[in-house]
């Protein structure tokens, strides 16, 4: 294994996967740290479900991580955060940086979310969302982890007491070598801009000698390249019979997703109270699922005011491990009763669905939207699209069920 990747969730992780997939490398992405030494493969991804853990758990999760992937032969690894830098002023981006550079032994760090595909670029330190800065993004309103501040090195330099340093786009736009010159001195996170992928790939030419990098799935553009791997086509073959949606994001994206989805297949909506007091139960609404002829939408997709009254009755923490328990449970007796296509909207919700599906091993497949790549599950004849919240488009749902189902 040459390069190892420890995701903080499990979109992020099917994401970085797909990247490196396209670039040449065999990959295969692990759920949890595994227990034994893996099969061979140019790259490993580590999903954890970290982002938004007590800080002390995510710096251990991703620790653990970091001693397998060097213990297969890694020379280096990628901490692989969300393109938006989902994080709060605790942690856990600056303190699980802080951990595996020790570890490593790396002493500058360079971090770099942008994802111009989706519209994801980092200028003069500030992270933009299309043409938004990221507090006008509508990431100011995600229900656990708001992010109210689009200036990254502000961000950051909250969570860690190390200096954090910036590389402008003018010393990018000259390349590797410029960028290489410039990354230079003490002990340092350095946020890179970037607002091309020319400028990922600079970015991953420059890290040929790191072996720490921080960033979004982006920053993978350049890597495999460092390894002497080219791009090849990645084959598949998809699972036939029964398809389901399972939506738990929040984001105007996935909303947008969800309304689209409910003009076109059978629906039904996860009530926050009906949940709580139990008259609606994963039970239930596996029956109804089974019961229809389309493959149809579950989802949990509310507006933000609506989630933020839930949190404020029940407790933010409390209602997002009920509907993820509800999730878990509700993939593992979809599974068990012939459903093999599962499309997840949302990091907190895809590793309720993986770990519902007692998935260990995911191999990649085909790109169905930018950042969202057709997996398969080791050892099962099972499917799944794991979407990041923000990603896709309004069509989204049923591309990937198709995909899901289609022979390369």
Known sequence: ???????????????????????????????????????????????????????????????AAGRWLLAQGCTQIVFKVCSTFDSTDDGNIGPVIEALADLIGETRVLVCPAFPE?????????????????????????????????????????????????????????????????NQGANAMVIVDAIRDADLIAIGASARDRVLLCGGSGIALGLPANFGITRHSIDWQGAKGRGVV?????????????????????????????????????????????????????????????VRAAQVTYGKDVIAAKIEDLFRE?????????????????????????AGLGAKVLHIGPRIAPGVPALKIAGQNMAVALKSGNFGDEQFFQTALDQLEAKA
């Open 1 to 63: 294994m040459k390069l190892g990747v420890i995701a903080d969730d499990f979109t992020g992780a099917s994401d970085i996967a797909l990247t490196l997939a396209e670039g040449g490398m065999t990959v295969s992405q692990f759920v949890g740290v595994p227990a034994t030494a893996a099969l061979s493969c140019d790259a490993g991804v580590i999903s954890l479900k970290s982002r938004t853990a007590p800080k002390t758990e995510a710096v251990a999760q991703s620790l």
């Open 118 to 182: 989706n519209g994801r670029s980092v200028y003069q330190g500030h992270l933009f969302v299309g043409d938004h800065p990221l507090h006008e993004s509508g990431m100011q309103h995600h229900p656990l982890t708001p992010m109210s501040d689009p200036d990254l090195r502000r961000v950051l330099q909250r969570q860690t007491n190390w200096n954090v340093d910036h590389i402008d786009a003018r010393t990018v736009f000259k390349g590797a070598e410029a960028i290489t010159a410039r």
């Open 246 to 306: 399972l939506s738990g994001s929040c984001s105007a994206a996935t909303r947008a997703q969800v309304a689209f989805s409910k003009e076109r297949a059978p629906y039904q909506e996860i009530i926050a109270a009906s949940v709580m007091d139990g008259t609606q139960t994963a039970q239930g609404i596996a029956e109804w699922v089974l019961a229809q002829d389309a493959a149809p939408l579950v989802y949990s997709s509310a507006d933000p005011e609506a």
């Open 330 to 354: 509700l993939s593992r007796i979809l599974a068990k009763n012939g459903v093999t296509r599962i499309v997840s909207a949302g990091g907190e919700t895809s590793g309720a669905v993986i």
